[in-house]
T-cell receptor
């Protein structure tokens, strides 16, 4: 069943603001997490990943934070741009030998 | 860059037709996946394959079958299409099966096939 979820189905921000998208996971065996971005009409694209031996990982304008104590994952986007408008999914690797488990997604809308 | 391609972007089929959705990846990945994506339900795994001629059921395999005769190609088959199979179908591949101490769990997705069954 579904073990990965996002707190909010939609998030609206102004251009230039920082965005935070949250995700809760329930499988304590998961040790690998990914954030994907899906633009309208396209397949999901990898943004950033993190392993459970890390608390934070930074990419270009994006940061993923992992709190294993409360099983929480977040994606921070700095200086959000209209091109960041998309659906964002978190995913976890769950039990050994299983496929990635995806959350339902948060739709980020960025207005100018 | 990894490239995952799907045979059609849009497909319209009639109820009862047999439908083939083809997916090809060019990075010699062992694992391939088929998902369907519906509003409010996110990505749901239909089937996956971790080797040629191997397949495993995902969360919603009913009404579907798959074929993997070659490493680079993974086909999804709807034996008798029904209207409730109208959806966006996404194929993905990954280098190594998800598991403990695995380093390459990232899945690369194709652009999707929007299937409408009338």
């Amino acid at each position: 069943g579904e073990s990965v979820g996002l707190h909010l189905p939609t998030l609206s921000v102004q251009e230039g603001d920082n965005s935070i998208i949250n995700c809760a996971y329930s499988n304590s065996a998961s040790d690998y997490f990914i954030w994907y971005k899906q633009e309208s009409g396209k397949g999901p694209q990898f943004i950033i990943d993190i392993r459970s031996n890390m608390d934070k990982r930074q990419g270009q304008r994006v940061t993923v934070l992992l709190n294993k104590t409360v099983k929480h994952l977040s994606l921070q986007i700095a200086a959000t741009q209209p091109g960041d408008s998309a659906v964002y999914f978190c995913a976890e690797n769950g039990q050994a030998g299983t496929a990635l488990i995806f959350g339902k997604g948060t739709t980020l809308s960025v207005s100018s | 860059d990894v490239k995952v391609t799907q045979s059609s972007r849009y497909l319209v089929k009639r109820t009862g037709e047999k439908v083939f959705l083809e997916c090809v990846q060019d990075m010699d990945h062992e694992n391939m996946f088929w998902y369907r994506q519906d509003p409010g339900l996110g990505l749901r795994l239909i089937y996956f394959s971790y080797d040629v001629k191997m397949k495993e059921k995902g969360d919603i395999p009913e009404g579907y079958s798959v074929s993997r005769e070659k490493k680079e190609r993974f086909s999804l088959i709807l034996e008798s299409a029904s209207t409730n199979q109208t959806s966006m179908y996404l194929c993905a591949s990954s280098l190594q099966f998800s598991g403990r101490a695995s380093l390459y769990d990232e899945q690369y997705f194709g652009p999707g096939t929007r299937l409408t069954v009338t």
